[in-house]
T-cell receptor, first 118, second 111 residues
Framework: DSGVTQTPKHLITATGQRVTLRCSPR?????VYWYQQSLDQGLQFLIQ???????AKGNILERFSAQQFPDLHSELNLSSLELGDSALYFC?????????????????FGEGSRLTVL | TQLLEQSPQFLSIQEGENLTVYCNSS?????LQWYRQEPGEGPVLLVT?????EVKKLKRLTFQFGDARKDSSLHITAAQPGDTGLYLC???????????FGPGTRLSVLP
């Protein structure tokens, strides 16, 4: 058990709909990362929050948005869903603001939320 | 954008065999990590290497970071079915903001 909790574990919805994925980081971790994992794209970094502020942005679509709340939990909002958005969405947490050179901080991943868009 | 390549993409071997998987990039990384992901779970960190030429051992797993810090290898001795999973390498650039993952090597160890 990594200590990172993600809900829901599975979600099936239709194209055009909107969903919210939730992540609770490990106790004490200030950074939350969101990743998308699909069979053909691998593990793609979407966005990182550190202590409530956006820290880094990756390949996140404009239809997607995220936020981190004062209690440090985070939500990833996916809207106008398309078939290609079907994937596993992982949240990871870390005590670090980023991976400063040589620091090599560990990412702790949740079990993921499997989204299926029909 | 820093890109990581991993090879082979798939590997199926018999229990007891040795294997090596590779992680390569044209970019220099300040640190490189290996994760293992089992079905239905998130990736779990195996090791972090930060110094060029560094070798780390974790039981039957040996990790090496290239001298130029652009590549890494993972060698498994006497593979066991419990080693089955997706092995991911991930690199942190010198700027250290984003964690880039390779596409992974999917290993299957048959009893």
């Amino acid at each position: 058990d990594s200590g990172v909790t993600q809900t829901p574990k599975h979600l099936i919805t239709a194209t055009g709909q909107r969903v919210t994925l939730r992540c609770s980081p490990r106790s004490g971790d200030l950074s939350v990362y969101w990743y998308q994992q699909s069979l053909d794209q691998g593990l793609q970094f979407l966005i990182q929050y550190y202590n409530g502020e956006e820290r880094a942005k990756g390949n996140i679509l404009e239809r997607f948005s995220a936020q981190q709340f004062p209690d440090l939990h985070s939500e990833l909002n996916l809207s106008s869903l398309e078939l290609g958005d079907s994937a596993l969405y992982f949240c990871a947490s870390s005590p670090h603001a980023g991976l400063a050179g040589g620091l090599g901080g560990e990412l702790f991943f949740g079990e993921g939320s499997r989204l299926t868009v029909l | 954008t820093q890109l990581l390549e991993q090879s082979p993409q798939f590997l199926s071997i018999q229990e007891g065999e040795n294997l090596t998987v590779y992680c390569n990039s044209s970019s220099v990384f300040s640190s490189l990590q290996w994760y293992r992901q089992e079905p239905g779970e998130g990736p779990v960190l195996l090791v972090t290497v930060v110094t060029g030429g560094e070798v780390k051992k974790l039981k039957r797993l040996t990790f090496q970071f290239g001298d130029a810090r652009k590549d890494s290898s993972l060698h498994i001795t006497a593979a066991q079915p419990g080693d089955t999973g997706l092995y991911l390498c991930a690199g942190a650039g010198d700027y250290g903001q984003n964690f880039v993952f390779g596409p992974g090597t999917r290993l299957s160890v048959l009893p």
